[in-house]
């Protein structure tokens, strides 16, 4: 299927929002995360998945879980759309 410049335009600048605000919702958080010692990363975008490090004291928190559930939560509000936020271990594969 061919698809028309302008399409595939609006597609690219529809993407690059999207990433904005995946970008902008994880730097709200990170200050409350690093008033604990954490932080969180963005990792990769792939579709609807959405893959973060969690690092510092972030990584053996008992409520690691929630601060996910809650950045997760806060990404569907901001997008307006279903992602689901993966958490990956090791160090960051690609710098967004």
Do not use: H, W
Not at 55 to 60: I, K, R, S
Not at 82 to 88: A, C, D, E, F, Y
Request: net charge negative.
């Amino acid at each position: 299927m061919l698809v028309e410049p302008e399409q595939s335009k609006q597609a690219v600048t529809a993407d690059a929002q999207r990433e904005e605000i995946i970008k902008a919702v994880i730097e709200e958080i990170r200050p409350n995360l690093r008033r604990d010692g954490g932080d969180c990363e963005l990792i990769e975008i792939c579709g609807n998945k959405v893959m973060v490090k969690l690092t510092g004291a972030c990584v053996f928190c008992k409520l690691s879980s929630a601060t996910l559930e809650g950045i997760q939560a806060r990404l569907v509000e901001k997008l307006g759309e279903l992602v689901r936020l993966i958490p990956v271990a090791g160090p960051a594969r690609v710098s967004l």
